[in-house]
Structure formats: structure tokens, C-alpha cells
């Protein structure tokens, strides 16, 4: 089931929307809550044989990065997705000495990003 919140011009996050994949994370020595997003996976405008989907950025309820991710497959896309919120968790968490709520799991084990697909996939 798809997830519909809506990106406002003041970067607030309301209900519309659509999302594909949709995580809160809340953290453990603030009050910080931190979500992110992929929308729907559609076929890009000017290429017909490409994708495209955007990567949303939520903290505390204000929209703090977009980003545009354009491959040849779908597959890819969510590829990217995961690496881009891999990446910038990982350096939220360095940068600003937070510790997420993972439910027990390490950063490796809730989003993989030194495993192949193969590996990920067997697990």
C-alpha cells in the first residue's frame, strides 16, 4: 500500500504525496525524527526507456533534501535510493553524534551498503 504525504513550498510534509517506500526513524538521545521516502517509480519524460523516482529527506516534519534519481531500470532507482539514505544516515549520525532507534539492528543490518544484492537477497 502506497503512503501519500504531500511537500508543501515551505518544505513541510502533508498528507498527498505518494510514496513507495516510506521509514520513520526516531532517535535515541533527542527528540529528532527523522523519515524518508521514495515516490513512485515512473518512466522518465524525455526517455522513454529510463525511470525516475525522487528520494525525500524529512526531518522533524520539514522536507531538508530531494533528490532526483534517474536510471535505466526500476531496480536501479531503489538501488540508489537505499544508497542515498544509507550514506546521509550514516553521516547524520557521525556529523552529529546521533544514535537512531534501529530496533537492535546495526547500520550495516538495517541498510546494507557493503553487501552486493546477491548476499542482501540470501539473508
Known sequence: MLNRWRASAASE????????????LMTLNTDDVFEFGLTEILRSPEQDDLFEAQAIFIRNATVTSKLKLTHLSEFS????FIT???????GIA?????????NGLTFDQYIPLSKNLRKIWDE
Open 13 to 24: 510534509v502533508t498528507p498527498a504525496m505518494t510514496f513507495l517506500i516510506h521509514e520513520t
Open 77 to 80: 532507482v531503489v538501488l540508489s
Open 84 to 90: 542515498y539514505i544509507g550514506n546521509k544516515l550514516r
Open 94 to 102: 557521525k556529523d552529529e553524534l546521533l544514535e537512531f532507534d534501529l
